[in-house]
């Protein structure tokens, strides 16, 4: 057993021995900040100002445990706004925590290479019906045997209340109290490490929820020069960002040393706003990077970003930030629209096959041509970028939660459907996402849930819903986010997977072929993270896309048939003699049967069932 040992000077409290304990806080908008420790021997502290705005003072008699706020002028008392634990919620006192204390297995553990990373994104919350980090920890084993290698928990920084998808953080570095707090999101990871599991924690740089929050009354930490969709501004550029920016890199630097997570992602981008010389994402990459090398280990910076920007990934020696991967939805646009028809909001801008052979080619579709949705020339090619730097999902708590009705696709979508739809984003040359229950095809909504506790807030919230569904629901219908019911409603329920009848045979099957799939992707060289030697060709008539992957040690031919019809296909040129290792029409995975040969060859003629993945593996390939 190890634990971490680290006393580095930073924001916040940091225990140094087990009565003395270093305050740091950032307050420019107080002359005077005293430290109050709560208890039975209430006790009061001014912390001297080192620098301009920044207040430092080492406290004896502060054991870990003990509770405290800050007084600011002698009047407004506010709990830390770099506190680690909130066991009271947000509007609570903070708690001294000494990271030294968390009990560690994982001294031989390195991580995993961004190109063998399979993600599995989950909310803590409705994964269990516990909702704790400690009944998470418990199925971490059942992911590790299905395939998956990174588990992606939605944000978990305090949030009001107990229900919450997580968005509305306002204590950045405290682990939500009711999943378990620091103690508890600490022992999840060193779970999930233990089964040779990555963990990539879901973090909100580009704003702070609307309840709770004390960051205000420090210092400008919010800017009026710019608006997000979801409240003010983070100051990234502004007078006084040098210590936001230093705020929100030891954030991620706390996430990855103190609780040994292993990457970030970093959500919406596109709502940080920053037009300074130096970008701050630029600096939080070169500070991952920097602790990675520190470390030994993989560490990396993930992003989610709308923008269809390839400097998101790109080196900062050529024009990027330096971020080492970021979700990329435009695959998921082409499948979906190409396979049902929809063409409401942002979908507007797909639907061809012609779409999904350049999703799979490129990465993005919107490449810098016009786009319907936004009027206007959009994005730039992402040909040149890795693979590996691109995270794609058939379903993620957007797509699902955003959806009329806040279904999943297993909820209206046959077992066909999804079949397809799983090989085409585990075949693909990305890095794939699973969203929690998705490999065994729950049906459980995932509608946005809230517990505010100010009635207005609340109904503002309602209000705001509503508005969000109009553009994709024709009746807008929208279940109250702050209804208990609507919260339990998106609970998993994997009892299914247990059940003697159709319902349960289906879900068996269904994990069997994710099952499957994950072990080819892992076991065949051709199927790696990699565009390298891929060739994408399209066959309008059948309505089928097929991918030629070649590595060193063999090769590939995948084939996704999206037709309603049976339809003949020529195997083109290119391929050699390869062996049949995955037909989703099989009878082993639910289907109607196979009509493909055992082996194939350039030339031959095959039938495709409609709505089927398959893959034939070349000599020298292993399935």
Known sequence: MTTMASTTAR???????????????????????????????????????????????????????????????????????????????????????????????????????????????????????????????????????????????????QFPGVRNWGYDGVFPFAAQDSYGGPEGFAAFVDACHATGMAVVLDVVYNHMGPEGGVHGAFGPYFTDAYRTPWGQAVNFDGPGSDQVRRYFIENAQSWLERFHVDALRLDAIHGIYDRSADPFLQELASAVDALAAGQGRHLFAIAESALNDPRVVRDPDHGGFGIHAQWSDDLHHSLHSYLTGDRDGYYVDYGSLTDVGTAYREGFVLNGRYSRFHDRHYGASSQGVPAKRLVVSAQNHDQVGNRRGSKRLAADSSIEDLKLMAGAIMLSPYIPLIFMGEEYGETAPFPYFVSHSDPDLVEAVRRGRRRELAATDGDIHCPDPSDEATFLSARLDRSVLEEESAEGERARLLEGYYRHLLDLRRTLPALHATKDGMVVLLDEPAQAAMLLRRASEGAAFVIFAFGRQTHDLRVPAGVGHSTLCLDSAAPDWGGPGSTLPPACVAGDILTLNPRSAAVYAASGGRA
């Open 11 to 157: 924001l916040g409290a940091t225990p140094l021995s087990h009565d003395r304990c270093r305050f740091e806080v950032w307050a420019p908008y107080a002359d005077r900040l005293e430290v109050r420790l709560l208890g039975e021997d209430d006790r009061s502290f001014d912390l001297p100002a080192r620098l301009p705005g920044l207040f430092v003072g080492t406290v004896e008699s502060a054991p870990p445990g003990i509770s405290y706020v800050y007084r600011l002028d002698g009047r407004e008392e506010h709990a830390d706004p770099a506190s680690l634990s909130q066991p009271a919620g947000v509007h609570g006192p903070s708690r001294v925590v000494d990271a030294r204390d968390f009990v560690w297995h994982d001294e031989a553990w390195r991580g995993v290479r961004l190109a063998d990373m399979v993600i599995y994104e989950l909310h803590i919350g409705t994964f269990t019906t516990a909702g704790t980090f400690a009944a998470a920890a418990e199925q971490m084993p059942r992911l590790r045997e299905l395939g998956v290698t990174a588990v992606e928990p939605m944000p978990i920084a």
